[in-house]
């Protein structure tokens, strides 16, 4: 099992920025693609984002493409989730996420993961 622990969130302004941060232990990080999920209130868990093992290829849900930039730094077993030009709409939990096995390439499903982080509040305000 791997555990995860997460930045802190915030609160920001519509328009504003955020990074998150996600610090694995306990399995071998660089061969494992992350993921990013996020829980808005009343909503069920949603994909935002994943970058494969390498870091060269990412995979974005649609409402973030181009506002959120995903990375990550084998070196310190950290994944990160740069948020730009955020919405109302983007305020939720968010988690980071490992995968059950390092065969998928880009997992987007729940059920793909099996270690989550402990899950950090952002808010945007209008």
């Known amino acids: 099992q791997v555990q995860l622990v997460q930045s802190e969130g915030g609160l920001v302004r519509a328009g504003g920025s955020l990074r998150l941060s996600c610090q694995a232990s306990?399995?071998?990080?660089?061969?494992?693609?992350l993921g990013w999920f996020r829980q808005a209130p009343g909503k069920e868990r949603e994909f935002v984002a994943v970058?494969?093992?390498?870091?060269?290829?990412?995979d974005y849900a649609d409402s973030v493409k181009g506002r959120f930039t995903i990375s990550r730094d084998n070196a310190k077993s950290t994944v990160y989730l740069q948020m730009n030009s955020l919405k109302p709409e983007d305020t939720a939990v968010y988690y980071c996420a490992f995968p059950k096995t390092s065969a998928n390439w880009l997992p987007r499903f729940e059920e793909q993961y099996d270690s989550w982080g402990q899950g950090t509040q952002v808010t945007v305000s209008s």
């Open positions: 306990g399995r071998i990080f660089s061969q494992f693609a």
């Open positions: 970058i494969a093992w390498t870091g060269e290829s990412t």
